[in-house]
């Protein structure tokens, strides 16, 4: 599965990348990301939960940052540590400047088939509903 969503802001690159570059943020903005833990220096514990109905799914990932280009890109992926062989899940935010700000571009590859239905009926619901959280997040300025 792969899902892409992209929003304009009006701001910087420089203000928007903090949001997608540190996964610690995504909870403030984003609602089926529960909470982030850091494991250290690049990789943390991601509590995944959605809602649908009366069906409920979680989900604990370790991703790692495998790529890291300060103010325009970075790609999270998964990296469990347990020497199983895991689902993979690729998270990657491309930020561009443009005239009126900037333009966020987010893709999400998962290689699953457990959660499938769910996360995309979800991801739908999820995204519009996010974009509407990190424009106003964008809006405010830099802590």
Known sequence: MHVTAALDAPCSPT???PWVEDLTRYPQWLSIITR???VDGDAWLVDLRGHLG????????RMVRSRHELDRA?????D???????????????????????????HLDY????????????LDL?????RRRLLELL???MP
């Open 15 to 17: 203000h928007a990348f």
């Open 36 to 38: 982030v833990q850091p």
């Open 54 to 61: 009366p069906l409920a799914r979680s989900k604990r990932l």
């Open 74 to 78: 970075v790609t999270f992926e998964r």
């Open 80 to 106: 469990e540590q347990d020497g199983r062989k895991h689902s993979p899940w690729v998270l990657r935010a491309e930020v561009s400047p443009t005239d009126a700000g900037c333009h966020v571009v987010m």
């Open 111 to 122: 290689g699953g088939g457990m959660w499938g239905p769910l996360i995309e009926r979800l």
């Open 126 to 130: 999820e995204i519009a509903e996010g």
């Open 139 to 141: 809006s405010l300025p």
